[in-house]
């Protein structure tokens, strides 16, 4: 069998980063060799994201680099795959009709043979079928860790919500969990190898074990995955705050290796916003569990997501949005402007937010976030935390980086050996981005 050299660019979060770790495992399987440079690449696969326009429209662009590459090189593989491709079907061919393959967010296991057919029968080829009653996910396993002490593991895939914004239900299709026994099959793997920390990934980890129903929900999957003898921390992501129940707040009380920060998006702090958005839940709602998260887990970071100029959004709604943020005071937020997507429900709705309005919005948003991001990193300035240490800083001088409990990242001087370990680590000084500190010692056995 022919061992061709493939190159990935992925876009958007980290779902389909951890989509492209599956499709290199898959493609190395098959005997294939990944390379670093795409001019060097005999299959090249973008693997894309439809979450907002802006996102699409990058693909689109980025496809365009590659074509002069493919007309000198008409035996190039040069495929497209992921939520744009999922969302485009043969529409891909019509836009840039030198793509030689399309591939869905469901047919990822499929590329090995895709590729075969193309480069056998000289035909373009798009599978982009999506299931509608899906059993368990299976077989999803990604690549053996690189170097990195941390590790993604996905827990379920797709969602029900259809918040009425959102073409992720569209695009990743119906909600399906993996079998507990597997993600803990795997988590175990990927710590005898060296992970120290995993990162549990679901477009919305709460409901885990509800499609197909499963007799474990997702704290005892927490719990499970706690008692993976080596590993040091778990963290998860996302979590919809209509589904956190208090079994999840009382895990984070009583799992110390369930590190204390939770991604919780409230999307708009206006309960009528959170209306028409189908979110499900009121600000009232949302502020208790940010209550019952602080009491449970003292110093618990808290990030969210929230879209500006939502049709119908009035200055009013946006004040409320910049009350929740002061009220709670979050360690970060992403922040979006509304984009309508073909096919949502939002699309169609009337009274659009004129473009100056959200970009006016969007900066309100982001100079309020700022002062509360730096003052909750300002509050750990002469704290030692454990650091996990990842590897050499990118502010150089002999600097290590990594992170604390907290997720926040920290630069100090140090070994590169000590990637993989927890070393404490006082902070010294605060910046939005990071923290600086000093090690106090390098920790014990590395991992
Ligand atoms: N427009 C703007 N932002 C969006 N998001 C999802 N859909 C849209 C959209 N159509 C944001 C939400 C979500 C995050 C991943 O992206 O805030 O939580
Ligand atoms: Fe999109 Fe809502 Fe599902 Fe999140 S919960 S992926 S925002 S539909």
């Known amino acids: ?28 399987e098959d005997g294939h060799l990944e390379v670093a440079d795409p001019a060097e ?19 689109y662009s980025e496809l365009g680099r590659y074509r002069p590459l493919k007309e000198r090189r008409p035996d190039l593989v040069l495929g497209l795959g992921g939520c ?3 969302g485009e079907g043969r529409n891909v061919l019509r836009r840039a009709p030198y793509v030689d393959l399309v591939f869905g967010t469901q047919t990822v296991h499929e590329v090995p043979a895709l590729i075969r057919e193309v480069r056998s029968r000289r035909r373009r080829v798009v599978s982009t079928r999506m299931t509608h009653d899906p059993g368990p996910m299976t077989g999803f396993y990604s690549r053996a860790r690189g170097r990195s002490p941390r590790a993604y593991v996905t827990v379920m895939q797709g969602c029900d919500n259809y918040c009425a914004y959102c073409v992720v239900p569209y695009v990743r299709g119906r909600e399906r969990s993996r079998p507990a026994a597997e993600i803990v099959a795997e988590v175990e793997r990927l710590v005898a190898d060296g992970v120290v920390e995993v990162t549990l990934l679901g477009q919305n980890v709460n409901s885990y074990g509800r499609r197909p129903p499963g007799d474990v929900d997702f704290p005892a999957l927490l719990r499970r995955v ?15 705050p209509k589904d956190l129940s208090g079994a999840l707040v009382r895990a984070f009380a009583e799992i110390p290796a369930v590190m204390p920060h939770l991604h919780l998006p409230i999307q708009s702090g ?9 979110r499900r839940y009121t600000v009232e709602r949302y502020l208790g569990l940010v209550h019952a998260l602080r009491s449970a887990r003292p110093g618990i970071a808290l990030t ?11 200055d009013a709604d946006f004040e409320a949005t910049l009350d929740v943020l002061d009220t709670v005071g979050y360690d970060g937020l992403f922040s979006f402007k509304f984009s309508p997507r073909p096919g949502t429900a939002a699309a169609g709705l009337p009274d659009p937010v004129p473009e100056p309005v959200k970009e006016e919005r969007l900066a309100r948003l982001q100079a309020r976030q700022q002062g509360h991001t730096l003052a909750r990193n300002r509050a750990l300035e002469g704290r030692v935390r454990p650091v996990l240490v990842e590897g050499p800083s990118r502010a150089g001088g002999g600097q290590v980086a990594g992170r604390t409990p907290e997720n926040k990242i920290v630069n100090f001087q140090g070994d590169p050996a000590w990637v993989g370990r927890e070393v404490n680590v006082r902070i ?14 390098a920790g014990e056995a590395a991992a």
């Open 1 to 28: 069998m022919e061992s061709l050299r493939f190159y990935i660019q992925t876009f958007g979060c980290q779902m389909n980063d951890h989509d492209s770790e599956v499709l290199a495992r898959l493609l190395e």
């Open 41 to 59: 690449a005999d299959v090249i696969l973008l693997n894309t994201c439809a979450i907002r326009e802006k996102a699409e429209q990058k693909v």
């Open 84 to 86: 744009v491709a999922q």
């Open 226 to 240: 706690a008692e993976v003898d080596g590993l040091g921390r778990i963290r998860f992501t996302t979590s919809h």
């Open 270 to 278: 206006s309960d009528r916003i959170l209306g028409a958005m189908g």
């Open 304 to 314: 969210s997501d929230v879209i500006v100029g939502f049709p119908g959004e009035t």
């Open 428 to 441: 010294v000084a605060a910046a939005v981005n990071s923290l600086r500190g000093e090690a106090v010692d």
